[in-house]
């Protein structure tokens, strides 16, 4: 089966449709319609719909993992996929060899603690964790999924509506060479009541290999 798949091109097909993807947009999803404002966040999911003379557009970002166009297109309506405008997309596989986890020795009490991160190809699920341990043996786990941290190239967040336990804010979002802008987090997490006079020994950050975990900093605060 024949695929006219052209990067760069417009289309000109009747009645042929523009589906759009941005993974970097806080609402994308591949069970959106594909609109500009409700986008798909992997090109093969506008690659399973498109039909002959359809435009698919690429916003910025890097977009990993195969497609497949099992559709034929044609030499007069091929099926077309294309940046965005100006914007710059990276397709293709990207090299990390990245520690699972790192530990940070505290020593230290501590009635709240400050996380400075964010998080690169970031899912649906869990981002990464922190495990706080205690010296009487006792440990507390933090997992920082969706309900607490967007995409680092994701639009902002100013509050996450769906967290629990902790409380998070978008900290700096500044623009980036390669991609529309980088935002970093704060997250604050008081600790429990009988954790408060107890030293905390270590601070484990467990990284989940589905995505790149970055910490900046740790703060720690006496407040009682």
């Not at 967040?157 to 980036?176: L, N, S, Y």
């Not at 802008?181 to 990284?207: C, K, L, N």
Request: charged share 20%; aromatic share 8%.
């Amino acid at each position: 089966m024949a695929c006219a798949v052209v990067l760069g091109m417009l289309s000109g097909s009747a009645g042929a449709r523009d589906w759009f993807v941005d993974r970097g947009h806080a609402q994308a999803s591949n069970t959106n319609a594909g609109t500009e404002a409700l986008p798909f966040k992997t090109i093969q999911a506008p690659a399973n719909v498109a039909k002959p003379g359809d435009a698919v557009w690429v916003k910025q970002g890097v977009y990993e993992g195969q497609t497949r166009i099992t559709t034929s297109g044609t030499i007069h309506a091929p099926i077309t996929v294309s940046a965005w405008k100006d914007d710059r997309v990276v397709i293709g596989s990207v090299l990390r060899d990245l520690p699972h986890k790192a530990t940070i020795p505290v020593g230290r009490k501590a009635d709240t603690l400050f996380f400075l991160h964010a998080a690169a190809w970031a899912g649906d699920g869990e981002r990464f964790r922190y495990v706080v341990h205690y010296q009487d043996g006792k440990q507390v786990t933090l997992v920082v999924d969706a309900t607490k941290l967007a995409d680092w190239i994701a639009d902002p967040v100013r509050r996450f509506r769906k967290e629990q336990g902790t409380f998070t804010t978008a900290a700096e979002t500044v623009p980036t060479p390669q991609f529309r802008q980088g935002t970093v987090y704060r997250m604050e997490w008081s600790a429990p009541g009988d954790r408060r006079p107890v030293t905390i020994d270590r601070i484990e950050f467990v990284g989940n290999p589905a995505c790149v975990p970055v910490l900046l900093g740790v703060t720690g605060v006496v407040e009682w």
